[in-house]
């Protein structure tokens, strides 16, 4: 079995993505983007609408991948993006995203077009 420093760099971004690869952790990435600075849990959980409980998985799966980093304060916790290419990494999938949905509209109006000629 290989450690995670072992690994061959495709299986730790694999992994990277794994963590990424839920609504809600998206979610909870676009919050932190936005808040631009650590950001109380209380924060996330009054925009995003999910129990605590499961607020507190997601946050420790992105803690686990170093996609977020935590402080406490009292009894307040925060949370902000690890690094602020993350941020970036969100931005390049909205626009990839963007030009595929941009591509398969184009491709829906030639083909209605093409029933149209019938």
Same mark, same amino acid.
């Given at each position: 079995m290989t450690s995670a420093t +072992?690994?061959?760099l495709y299986?730790?971004?694999?992994? !990277?993505?794994k963590a990424l690869a839920h609504p809600a952790r998206v979610r909870i990435l676009e919050i932190l983007v936005a808040a631009d600075g650590p950001c109380a849990v209380s924060?996330?959980?009054a925009v995003l +609408?999910?129990?605590p409980s499961l607020l507190s998985?997601? !946050?420790s799966v992105l803690r686990r991948h170093h996609?977020?980093?935590s402080t406490r304060a009292g009894n307040a916790v925060h949370y902000e993006l690890a690094h602020p290419q993350v941020a970036d990494l969100l931005t390049v999938a909205r626009s990839f995203l963007l030009d595929r949905l941009a591509a398969q509209q184009e491709q829906l109006a030639l083909a209605a077009a093409l029933d149209g000629r019938r």
């Amino acid at each position: 079995m290989t450690s995670a420093t +072992d690994a061959p760099l495709y299986e730790i971004k694999a992994n !990277l993505f794994k963590a990424l690869a839920h609504p809600a952790r998206v979610r909870i990435l676009e919050i932190l983007v936005a808040a631009d600075g650590p950001c109380a849990v209380s924060d996330i959980l009054a925009v995003l +609408d999910v129990e605590p409980s499961l607020l507190s998985q997601h !946050l420790s799966v992105l803690r686990r991948h170093h996609v977020v980093t935590s402080t406490r304060a009292g009894n307040a916790v925060h949370y902000e993006l690890a690094h602020p290419q993350v941020a970036d990494l969100l931005t390049v999938a909205r626009s990839f995203l963007l030009d595929r949905l941009a591509a398969q509209q184009e491709q829906l109006a030639l083909a209605a077009a093409l029933d149209g000629r019938r």
